[in-house]
């Protein structure tokens, strides 16, 4: 029996160092040549010794790139806007030293600013403080003798629940324009709620005040916001969620599964309990009985070929035209599929809806925090330890960057009472974008329900009745025989042709109808 007690610490010490250590890397993913004719991956070296998990990303005002990780460790990342060469790693000044030929520009460098807290999910910078938003609280630290270390913490919030499931990340924000910073909170296990406020969108307010503000929450992926300051979050598949989903987390609603809801008590700003949905319905149907049930903005539509199976960061792009076309979109990795998708929303009949296009494949992990900078610089890093991820690298830190050529794509698509108008990133070509067969669409929608995930159904065949050009050639205005509220319309482009006769780069589009406009 004794050697029986003293066997178990080891076999245990045994199993969490196989958990954490680092896993050989797999092939790793290589860049669509296609896509990389617009938009280019850099995948930085990182420091040996360290799996660099990186789970959230914040920039600080003097420009270095801080990373906040799985493993609970703040890095800051020097010049990683300019480097370009992997070059060869120097122990004594944490720089990747580049050849002789390199520029010195060329080089990144990193230096460990914190350890010791629970996977980083959130990182925000204000008035001197980097805030980390970890598994248990939100805390903020900085470096006050000088030496590029954290010296200094502070929590600011702890007041949500923790039980030690392996499922309780928590998410967070940087500020909003309220200056409130935003936490989601995962369920227990994936189906539950076993201490307080698990399932639910919080706000810390300046003075570290929690406010319950949304529920509904299931699997948060990531949270941010649009070019108003609107604010969202990323939800992903499973129980009472047929898809991963983009939510937009108006304060006071419920979000769709009910899990959390047993914590009203505990929120009388909120009001009262929401009735709880009915199993196997439609959510077109229970929002037509739940006043406080927002649908989601957009599915992510779910599976291989399609856009994600793990829906992560939402970056807004504030370039202004440094990384491309497509200022004021939003951008969504996908930690399991190894990507990008390009998001375009708009508000109909008061509720926020949109289309979801696949954008860049080929990052070489799970992309899980990122953050894209007013010139358009696009960091990305992410790990694959727990789900597995396409890109094939245990973890990576990567940059895109937009190589100045404009690829033809949908722009923007808008919802209209029979149909949609399409934009394009250059003028089609009249007789192939007004040809009705160079279309094609479906429409489908997922079973609201307790069950884990849903497959596609309830599918309509509609008919693409005309394709009218507009007269400068940007826009094609499509009319649909119908439309089905609720549901998401798929739509094809594989005849469509720009003027210069290019096929368009992703000819793929998935819309999300909670709302058919009047007019």
């Known amino acids: 029996m004794k050697a029986q ?28 040549p296609k896509e990389a004719e617009y938009y280019k991956i850099t995948t930085f070296p990182t420091p040996p010794g360290t799996a660099l998990e990186v789970s959230s990303v914040e920039f600080l005002p003097d420009g270095r790139v801080a990373m906040g990780t799985r493993r609970g460790e703040v890095w800051i ?20 030293e580049g050849d002789q030929a390199a520029p010195e520009n060329s080089h990144i ?52 629940g923790v039980s030690g499931d392996y499922h309780e990340y928590s998410f967070g924000s940087r500020f909003d324009k309220n200056g409130d910073l935003w936490v989601l909170c995962c369920l227990t296990g994936s189906f539950s709620s076993k201490t307080p ?13 929690m406010v319950p503000t949304c529920s509904g929450v299931r699997s948060p992926g990531g949270v941010g916001f649009d070019a108003e300051g609107e604010v969202y979050y990323t939800d992903n598949q499973g129980p009472w969620h047929g898809a991963c989903t983009l939510q937009h987390l108006v304060p006071g609603s419920f979000q769709g599964h009910p899990g959390g809801n047993m914590w009203y008590d505990l929120a009388p700003n ?75 929303l708009e508000t109909v009949n008061g509720v926020k809806q949109g289309v979801v296009f696949p954008f860049l494949t080929g990052l070489r992990s799970g992309p899980i925090g990122a953050r894209m900078g007013k010139d358009g610089k696009f960091f990305v890093g992410g790990s694959d330890r727990g789900w597995g991820a396409k890109g094939g690298q245990p973890f990576a830190f990567e ?9 033809f794509e949908v722009h923007e698509m808008r919802a209209k009472p029979d149909g949609f108008e399409l934009t394009f990133t250059e003028p089609v070509d009249p007789a192939t974008a007004g040809n009705p067969a160079s279309y094609s669409a479906r429409e489908f929608t997922y079973i609201y329900q307790e069950k884990y995930g849903s497959p596609e159904v309830d599918d309509v065949l509609p008919k693409i009745e005309k394709a009218v050009v507009a007269g400068d050639g940007k826009s094609v205005r499509l009319h649909f025989d119908v439309l089905t509220k609720g549901h998401v319309h798929e739509l094809h482009l594989d005849g469509v042709r720009s003027a210069k006769g290019a096929s368009v780069l992703h000819p793929l589009a998935y819309y999300t109808l909670n709302e058919i406009p009047v007019k």
Not at 9 to 28: M, T
Not at 296 to 307: E, F, H, R
Not at 312 to 334: M, N, R, V, Y
Not at 399 to 407: L, N
């Open 5 to 32: 007690r003293l066997l178990l610490p080891v076999l245990l010490g045994s199993i969490v160092s196989a958990i954490y250590a680092p896993r050989p890397a797999r092939a790793a993913a290589e860049p669509d």
């Open 77 to 96: 990342a020097s010049n990683a806007q300019n480097a370009t060469t992997p070059g060869a790693w120097n122990k004594d000044t944490m720089i990747f």
């Open 109 to 160: 460098r990193y230096q460990r600013f914190a350890e010791g807290q629970h996977e980083i999910l959130g990182l925000a910078w204000k008035d001197g403080w980097l805030y980390a938003t970890n598994r248990y609280e939100v805390l903020r630290m900085k470096s006050q003798s000088g030496s590029g270390k954290a010296d200094r913490f502070e929590t600011v919030c702890d007041k949500w």
């Open 197 to 209: 406020f698990r399932g639910w969108a919080l706000r810390v307010k300046p003075d570290g005040t």
């Open 270 to 344: 909120m009001g009262p309990r929401p009735q709880d949905p009915m199993d196997k319905s439609r959510m077109v149907t229970e929002r037509a009985k739940i006043k406080e049930l927002v649908p989601p903005a957009v599915y992510m539509v779910y599976g291989p070929g399609k856009i994600g199976n793990s829906s992560t960061a939402i970056i807004l792009d504030e370039s202004e035209g440094k990384f491309g076309p497509f200022q004021k979109q939003i951008f969504i990795p996908d930690q399991s599929h190894s990507n990008v998708s390009r998001v375009f």
């Open 399 to 407: 940059r895109i960057d937009w190589t100045g050529k404009v690829p």
